[in-house]
């Protein structure tokens, strides 16, 4: 682990947890914790040989996590009894 210079966000925390945030929306209730523990292994993973700081894997996921949100956001569509005919 470096104790001095640039630090980044790891990507691979990015990745998996945009990932997860997709395919746990569409996981029974029961299995929606598995993604998000996947999150959590690869994250002290990438700490653990020593390709990045606990700051960078942390603010990666939240990288992830906010990329899931804008695309949730983004391909939000209206459900069937919105009132907008259809019919």
Same mark, same amino acid.
């Given at each position: 682990?470096?104790?001095?210079?640039?630090?980044?966000?790891?990507?691979?925390?990015v990745?998996?947890?945009?990932?997860? #945030?997709?395919?746990?929306?569409?996981?029974?209730?029961?299995?929606?914790?598995?993604?998000?523990?996947?999150?959590?292994?690869?994250?002290? #993973?990438?700490v653990?040989? $020593?390709?990045?700081?606990?700051?960078?894997?942390?603010? #990666?996921?939240?990288?992830?996590?906010?990329?899931?949100?804008?695309?949730?956001?983004?391909?939000?569509?209206?459900?069937?009894?919105?009132?907008? $005919? #259809?019919?």
């Amino acid at each position: 682990m470096h104790l001095s210079g640039e630090s980044f966000v790891s990507g691979h925390a990015v990745l998996v947890a945009a990932l997860a #945030g997709v395919v746990a929306a569409h996981l029974p209730p029961r299995w929606r914790a598995v993604p998000w523990v996947l999150v959590g292994f690869v994250m002290v #993973g990438r700490v653990y040989v $020593g390709a990045h700081n606990p700051l960078d894997v942390v603010c #990666g996921a939240a990288l992830g996590v906010a990329i899931t949100a804008a695309v949730n956001l983004l391909g939000a569509r209206p459900s069937a009894g919105d009132g907008r $005919g #259809g019919g």
